[in-house]
């Protein structure tokens, strides 16, 4: 069985600085895939960034950033360079991959952060 | 970035009623999913589908049905509506990488639906 962990169930941080979001997660499959997931206040869920098992490089898109300890089984997010939009709740995910395909999303309870001026 | 989109938004309907949420992609893509979430909470699968006349029950047990006839659609129906439906249902899609690895979900807005 799979399964997200996020222990912060909230976060500050000041505008400008870097902040980072624990994920750690737990799998017997060789073959996976983590996300992140930003969601406003508004509801929709925002894709954010993704890293495969098999990269060795962590994944990187603008100012996000993941950072992936495969034998620690944690895909920490880090956001550099706040900003008050980034005040959201943030959520870690992971898929089996099958034959290269994504399956089904299992999340984790997710990390409200606030991000003062 | 896929273009998907969910209707209604928002619902608030009487216990007993029948309801459909709408959800459609124009992407093609040929995976699409129904999650349920409460405030606050984590994402549960209820419901996902493969390709057209494909259909799966999710980890979370839902008494919601879905129909996949068409690529582009995935409606959600509740036969009765009851208050303890009343949570956030968020549609998604993906496409099966044809190199590669890994396919990333879009997902709708969403759709809250309140059953009083």
């Known amino acids: 069985a799979q399964k997200i962990t996020q222990t912060q169930p909230g976060m500050f941080v000041q505008e400008k600085e870097a902040v980072t979001l624990d994920c750690t997660y737990d799998?017997?499959?060789?073959?996976?895939?983590l996300f992140w997931y930003k969601q406003p206040s508004s509801g929709e869920m925002i894709f954010l960034i993704y890293?495969?098992?098999?990269?060795?490089q962590n994944a990187t898109e603008g100012r996000y950033s993941l950072n992936f300890q495969k034998a620690r089984k944690s895909a920490n997010l880090v956001i550099s360079a706040s900003q008050l939009g980034d005040s959201a709740m943030y959520f870690c995910?992971?898929?089996?991959?099958?034959?290269?395909?994504?399956?089904?999303?299992?999340f984790g309870t997710g990390t409200l952060l606030a991000v003062q001026p | 970035e896929a273009d998907i989109y969910q209707t209604p938004r928002y619902l608030v309907i009487g216990t007993g009623k029948k309801i459909t949420l709408e959800c459609s992609q124009t992407?093609?893509?040929?995976?699409m999913y129904w999650y349920q979430q409460d405030p606050g909470m984590e994402l549960h699968l209820i419901h996902y589908?493969?390709?057209?006349?494909?259909?799966e029950k999710g980890d979370l047990s839902s008494e919601s049905t879905v129909s996949r006839i068409r690529t582009e659609h995935f409606p959600l129906t509740l036969e009765s509506a009851r208050p303890s439906h009343t949570s956030q249902y968020l549609c998604?899609?993906?496409?099966?990488?044809?190199?590669?690895?890994?396919?990333?979900?879009?997902f709708g807005p969403g759709t809250r639906l309140t059953v009083l």
């Open positions: 992407m093609g893509h040929d995976k």
């Open positions: 890293q495969g098992s098999y990269d060795e």
């Open positions: 589908s493969y390709g057209v006349n494909s259909t």
């Open positions: 799998t017997s499959d060789q073959s996976y895939g």
């Open positions: 995910a992971m898929s089996a991959l099958y034959g290269g395909a994504t399956n089904k999303l299992i």
């Open positions: 998604a899609s993906s496409e099966t990488p044809v190199q590669g690895w890994g396919d990333t979900q879009y």
